[in-house]
């Protein structure tokens, strides 16, 4: 646990930066929405395709790993509906709760994983945004149009933001150098490398900032409901799977820590596109990463007890 505590205090110091930087409006609010897409579309993809082009695939239990994390998913979507159904939400509140028990914050994940596992581990949080990414958008989107027949759900441009997804791409560009044998030239890859010194941080202060309390009123036992699934169940059915499955400590923690990470903002501005309950799923967001900084800590401990003891 103190390993596990030091490698995460950094990350929520960092967020919780950004989101006094935010509330003390510096450097104001016009840099924010520019340095969150610098990050998503330049930053973070720098870092993926590094570490995925020179990684040692041959090495690493790709299938199993995406085997503990859909289980994980499937398991926690149809949670996520039977909860909805017995709260009886209406259609936006259904869409905000099915959003913030599935979706992840990609930043705080990478950021955690490079500092508890190192290049590797950060390769490997490369294999389970490739895995979870697709399937995420699709069944929200799905549920979201259920939940509001006005608004009607064009797959082929769902399919298309998943195909132009720059983190998806960023994947398949490294892995497609990878199984091809390229190395990246000297200047590509210190070029890289430097990018992706700054995706870290500048991710983790655009989380912070773009946190929001707004909207928790009379939408409690939706909030905590949703806190539960994604924070509690998710994580340990995914470390369920991953035990019986054999996976080593080093992949199911990287399992876990994508399974319990907080919903991510992506699910904020889908939310608005689907006339789904954009305030509610804001404050889920918000009061997950809160609680996240207590319930990831013990997530990653026991998944690194009883991997090592399996």
Not at 10 to 38: S, T
Not at 166 to 178: D, R, S, V, W
Not at 233 to 239: A, E, H, N, R
Request: charged residues 10%; glycine residues 12%; positive net charge.
């Amino acid at each position: 646990m103190p390993t596990v505590l030091t490698a995460l205090v950094p990350v929520f110091v960092l967020i919780l930066a950004g989101w006094g930087m935010r509330r003390w409006d510096f450097p104001g609010d016009a840099f924010w929405r520019p340095a969150e897409r610098l990050t998503y579309y330049v930053l973070f993809p720098a870092l993926l395709v590094r570490s995925l082009a020179s990684a040692p695939f041959a090495e690493l239990p790709a299938g199993s790993m995406a085997a503990a994390l859909l289980g994980g998913l499937l398991g926690t979507a149809i949670a996520a509906l039977v909860g909805g159904r017995l709260l009886r939400l209406d259609g936006g509140g259904f869409g905000a709760l099915f959003q913030g028990s599935i979706r992840f914050n990609t930043y705080l994940g990478l950021a955690a994983a490079a500092g508890l596992y190192g290049a590797r581990g950060v390769t490997l949080a490369g294999l389970a945004i490739a895995v979870l990414i697709p399937l995420i958008n699709v069944l929200c989107v799905a549920v979201l149009s259920r939940c509001n027949p006005a608004i009607e759900a064009h797959w082929g441009r769902v399919a298309g933001a998943v195909v132009r997804n720059p983190l998806i791409l960023a994947c398949l560009l490294g892995l497609g150098l990878n199984t091809a044998g390229l190395r990246l030239p000297v200047m590509v890859d210190e070029s890289l490398a430097i990018l992706a010194r700054a995706a870290l941080p500048l991710g983790l202060l655009a989380v912070g900032a773009g946190l929001e309390l707004r909207g928790t009123q009379g939408s409690l036992p939706a909030l905590l409901t949703a806190s539960a699934l994604k924070l509690l169940l998710f994580p340990l059915l995914s470390l369920g799977i991953s035990l019986w499955l054999g996976l080593d400590a080093l992949a199911a923690g990287v399992v876990v820590l994508f399974s319990a990470l907080p919903g991510a903002t992506s699910a904020y501005i889908l939310a608005r596109q689907m006339g789904s309950d954009y305030r509610l799923t804001a404050a889920i967001l918000t009061v997950e990463t809160g609680l996240s900084l207590f319930t990831l800590p013990l997530a990653l401990w026991l998944a690194g007890r009883f991997a090592t003891l399996s």
